[in-house]
């Protein structure tokens, strides 16, 4: 049974549509918070994984993930930044997690994928490199944050040595470590403009990894693995003395570098602590921009949804599913549609397209019951109507963490930035130009 701070979640609740902007979007911001104020272990201090709510029962799942401390703690500054509660406040949970973090039993530093909240027991043997690029990105934030807790976050982030998970042969980062099997997964993270790109930036700031790394995970793979959704156009380019291919894939009149599977997840998650849109306006930014652009034109005009924003989240036919969902021509790989848009990946697109964004999020405001105590709820099938009953701490967290960048001006991204090792590879951002050919 889960120990919470405290747990009293209304099924639904409504928002006033006559807000402005700036306060409806501060009203979801200080909703989604609530999951953090409460669905916390009040003796470990780290945020549980998800809450089912329906009517007649609620269950809390008492496990957490690497990431979804990570973003715990950038979103303890993100509602410091949004005055939901004080900066004492902020660095008393930021303590008592990190503390918690320091007792958890690790693989050559790198943490478990998963943990018991309550034994603090690793509850899978997975060491992830993406998820513990995104604890390392939490604890950027929250040394630049507290200088207090500055000595230990740092001392964590060191011990978080990516080259443990690194394929010199291959020049890029092995999927992850399985200990029971003492072996290294047997497949890698290849793909730039997929949300792993951020372990790749952490990992080359910190000298874990080699500069070369960057320029060796692909634009779009090789053009004779035929069995990709399409053959990139593009030519290649010598960069730091490698021969990079930067290819593309078109769709009618838009050209963009794929993702994975066309989520927009996968294109944005980066963008809550890596200015690319500053930084890599004429690569990642405008990459992020056309991904943007595409989901919507194929959500509204081409499928005739309602709403938009494609990608992994809990299945509204499965209270215990989840499932991994995006725009199939926008991944090399691509994955399905099947009319599921998902909340979290509107507030990431503040960053790209706030206009269209805004819009979106009033209309989903407006879908029936899927608004809650702690925001909105994870996903709605619009075919069916039926909603997700479920609040994820990964999403609740990418939500809060965006609109805090969103509406206090980069407040999260900028102390990732400024950060002495992370600010001095912006360069790996301003190098990648992908259209202007």
Known sequence: QARLVRFKPAVTKALNPDLTDTEFLTAIARDTWGYFRDVVDKENGIPLDNVLVTPTHTKVMS???????????MSLTAAQDLGFITPAQGEARARKAIDTLKKLSRWEGQFFNYYETITLNPSSKFVSSVDNGWLAAGLVVAAQAYPPLREDAEALL????????????????????????RALSKNHYGLLCTEPRLSSYIGIAKGDLPKSHWYRVYRTLPADWTWQNQIPRGVSRAVDGIDVFYGFY?????????????????????????????????????????AVEAQIHYALQTKRYPIWGISPCATPDSPQGYKEYGVPFLG???????????????????????????????????????????GFYDSVNVRTGKNSPRFL?????????????????????????????????????????????
């Open 63 to 73: 496990y957490t993930s690497t990431t979804n401390v990570g973003l715990y703690l």
């Open 158 to 181: 060191e011990d978080l040595d990516f080259s443990k998970l690194y394929d010199a042969d291959a020049g890029q980062l092995y999927v992850g470590y399985e200990s029971d099997k």
């Open 250 to 290: 078109r769709h009618d009149n838009l050209r963009f570098v794929p993702s994975w599977g066309g989520s927009l997840f996968e294109f944005l998650m980066p963008t809550l602590v890596l200015n690319e849109r500053e930084y890599s306006p004429e690569g990642l930014g405008a990459n992020n921009r056309s």
């Open 332 to 374: 090399a790989k691509g994955y399905p549609d099947e009319g599921v848009v998902t909340p979290h990946v509107s507030f990431l697109a503040l960053d790209v397209a706030p206009e269209e964004a805004i819009a979106n999020i009033r209309r989903l405001a407006g879908v029936k019951d899927l608004y809650g105590e702690y």
């Open 393 to 437: 701490a990964l999403d609740q967290g990418m939500t809060l963490v965006a609109l805090a960048n969103y509406l206090k001006n980069g407040s999260v991204r900028n102390r990732f930035m400024a950060h002495r090792l992370m600010k001095e590879q912006v360069g790996l951002l301003a190098n990648e130009t992908y259209f202007g050919f």
